[in-house]
């Protein structure tokens, strides 16, 4: 009796080890986004981020709040008092690399805090001087998607976040960057 429990067990066993331990899944079917972008989502520092700014800030960097930006603890701000003047930021990071004719998702997340709520901030996300959308329009906002899909033009890339905050109180207007995208499959 022992002896035929033990035959069938070993009769069984190449089909036991066989069996998956997990549920099949097919990643090979699955897109994966490929975000070329080095801390697309500020959580190492403004490192290699280049910033650029014109007119008045009152502050700008990398920040961190435990309520956290769009994505991780960490996010990039920006608050202008300019109340004669429009005042400019820019992030960029250059020398991305994305092979020529690749199709990618070129954006950012934003969010907006201005007196009155007016929509007077803009944000635009470029590649290589080109919108990859079309500016955004805000006012006092939560988190917003900004950008789109274009075709890169030759592999060596630049991609440039701008916010463009027209004229403001004495109370200034904020600006919320974080979670940049730029890659294949996004
Ligand atoms: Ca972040």
Excluded at 66 to 91: E, I, K
């Amino acid at each position: 009796m022992l002896t035929t429990i033990l035959i069938w067990a070993l009769a069984l066993l190449p089909f036991l080890n066989a069996m998956p331990t997990t549920p099949l899944s097919q990643p090979a079917l699955e897109k994966r986004c490929s975000n070329v972008l080095q801390n697309p989502s500020f959580e190492s520092g403004v490192s290699p981020w280049l910033e650029m700014a014109f007119g008045s800030w009152a502050s700008f960097g990398v920040f961190t709040q435990s309520a956290g930006g769009h994505d991780g603890r960490n996010f990039y701000w920006g608050q202008s008092n300019a109340t004669a003047a429009v005042s400019t930021l820019s992030v960029s990071q250059s020398a991305v690399r994305i092979p020529s004719g690749t199709t990618v998702e070129c954006s950012v997340w934003v969010a907006s805090s201005r007196p009155g709520n007016v929509a007077s901030t803009a944000v635009e996300v470029f590649l290589d001087g080109i919108t990859c959308g079309s500016a955004a329009y805000l006012g006092t906002t939560g988190w917003v998607k900004v950008g789109g899909k274009i075709t890169a033009n030759g592999d060596s890339h630049t991609f440039t976040v701008v916010i463009t905050s027209d004229t403001t109180g004495p109370q200034g207007s904020q600006i919320w960057i974080d979670d940049a995208v730029l890659g294949a499959s996004c």
